[in-house]
């Protein structure tokens, strides 16, 4: 089974930065597209991020373009994203997944971390 631990999450004022790290168990991490979405109270959840398996290809939504970059350490099974110029609209808990070729299927995530941005 796999395992995902999300972690980095914290209260940061509009404008801050954090960075989120999404370890995983090993279970061929390589071969897997690895995702970031997150759901915020009355919200749909939205996808926010994804890198590929393969070349380590990142996506962004529009929301966070410019803003956040994911990246992954597949010697230390972890993903991070980096997320820079938060604003109160990124308030939200964040969830790392397995994403399928980073089509925003997500199969497994963790329990999450929660971001506050305080305007």
């Known amino acids: 089974q796999v395992q995902l631990v999300e972690s980095g999450g914290g209260l940061v004022q509009s404008g801050g930065s954090l960075r989120l790290s999404c370890a995983a168990s090993r279970f061929a991490f390589d071969y897997y597209a690895i995702g970031w979405f997150r759901q915020a109270p009355g919200k749909e959840r939205e996808g926010v991020s994804c890198?590929?398996?393969?070349?380590?290809?990142?996506y962004y939504a529009d929301s966070v373009k410019g803003r956040f970059t994911i990246s992954r350490d597949n010697a230390k099974t972890t993903v991070y994203l980096q997320m820079d110029n938060l604003e109160p609209e990124d308030t939200a808990v964040y969830y790392c997944a397995t994403d399928e070729f980073c089509s925003g299927t997500y199969h497994q995530w963790g329990q999450g971390t929660r971001v506050t941005v305080s305007s």
């Open positions: 890198i590929s398996s393969s070349e380590g290809t990142p």
